[in-house]
């Protein structure tokens, strides 16, 4: 089968995940539900920017393209007698628990519940699968939503978070949907989706209870690729349904709320992942969102929110005063 995608070399592909040819019925797949312009366009896009961070002296401080920035930070950390503890506290996953207060909610999901996996970054150390796996296993929800970040860097093969992937979908209950973040590859979709992983991209769906329903839409990575449509999947949205919105950064708050959406379910920032004391983050890699919207739950006019510190850990498998997190939202009728 001829295909008009860019190739597998081009793409930086690794050849043994799977052939060209069945790479390419994935992705015309992908153009059938999406659009051919719109997977080329982001195929593009990640093409480009892989090559951009491959290239020497590109973003010298990019962790992507700048190759010792991994040694730099193990070996600072070791110099101030940190790392280990560091490594111990990104595995250190907490369950946090938020109680969401949306007026409109229907009274049958007043207590429903979100369970909310961010960031994983699951192909960062072999181990990291069943750090999360431990964590989520005794834990009750009604739906899981994932807002994105499965692999570690931002470009090459994406099959081992795939597997990693495989390890830990037996042990979330019931539907997982889910967006992709700046991390992620629009390769990953088919193989999310073959796990029972369904992606949201630029998409929603309605969540029937009771004979009452609640309007859940994703979107597309709203921080590098810039491929978000808010207001397409505003725009079916039934009027006065409980309206709530994936989106893997929270620097789509704005569109959000001028939207109609009453919840906004984020992650990313990572909370900032090495923080000063008092969790105080350094960096949290926005660059249109406000600090108090980058951890934590928040409010914007109508519309709350909730942006994840997330389950695991960017560039380097450490944390320091930012504990990893999955989060249970409870869903309440009212105006809290």
């Known amino acids: 089968m001829k295909s008009g995608y ?9 050849p043994s995940a799977g052939s060209a040819e069945t790479e390419n019925d994935a992705l015309n797949l992908l153009a059938r539900r999406f659009g051919a312009d719109r997977v080329e366009r982001r195929l593009q896009l990640e093409a480009d920017y892989a090559q951009h961070v491959r290239q020497f002296g590109y973003r010298l401080f990019h962790f992507d393209s700048w190759y010792s920035a991994h040694s730099l930070i193990r070996n600072s950390l070791r110099l101030v007698g940190l790392h280990e503890r560091a490594r111990r506290n990104a595995r250190a996953v907490r369950l946090c628990e938020n109680e969401v207060f949306l007026p409109t909610l229907p009274p049958a999901f007043d ?8 960031d994983p970054h699951l192909d960062t150390s072999a181990d990291i699968p069943e750090v999360l796996i431990d964590c989520i296993r005794r834990v009750d929800y009604d739906l899981c939503v994932l807002t994105g970040d499965f692999r570690t860097r931002t470009f090459g093969p994406h099959q081992p978070t795939l597997a990693a992937l495989a390890r830990v979908r037996p042990h979330l209950q019931g539907a ?14 088919p193989g999310m989706e073959a796990l029972g992983i369904r992606v949201l991209l630029n998409e929603a769906v309605t969540i029937d209870r009771a004979g009452a329903a609640l309007y859940l839409a994703g979107i597309d990575d709203a921080h590098y690729y810039r491929l978000h449509d808010v207001d397409k999947v505003a725009r079916a949205k039934p009027t006065d349904t409980t309206a709530i919105l994936l989106s893997h950064t929270p620097e789509a708050y704005r569109e959000a709320a001028a939207a109609g959406f009453d919840f906004m379910l984020s992650g990313h920032t990572h909370g900032g992942q090495i923080c000063l004391p008092g969790g105080f983050p350094l960096i949290t890699d926005t660059t249109n969102c406000p600090r108090r919207f980058t951890k934590g739950a928040w409010r914007y006019e109508n519309l709350r929110g909730y942006t994840s510190a997330g389950s695991g850990a960017s560039i380097v498998d450490v944390r320091l005063n930012c504990p990893p997190e999955v989060t249970l939202h409870r869903l309440r009728r009212g105006v809290g």
């Open 6 to 14: 860019p190739t597998s070399f081009a793409l930086g592909i690794d």
């Open 111 to 118: 207590g429903y519940t979100l369970l909310q996996i961010s």
């Open 176 to 189: 997982v949907y889910a967006v992709l973040g700046n991390h992620d590859t629009l390769r990953l979709v």
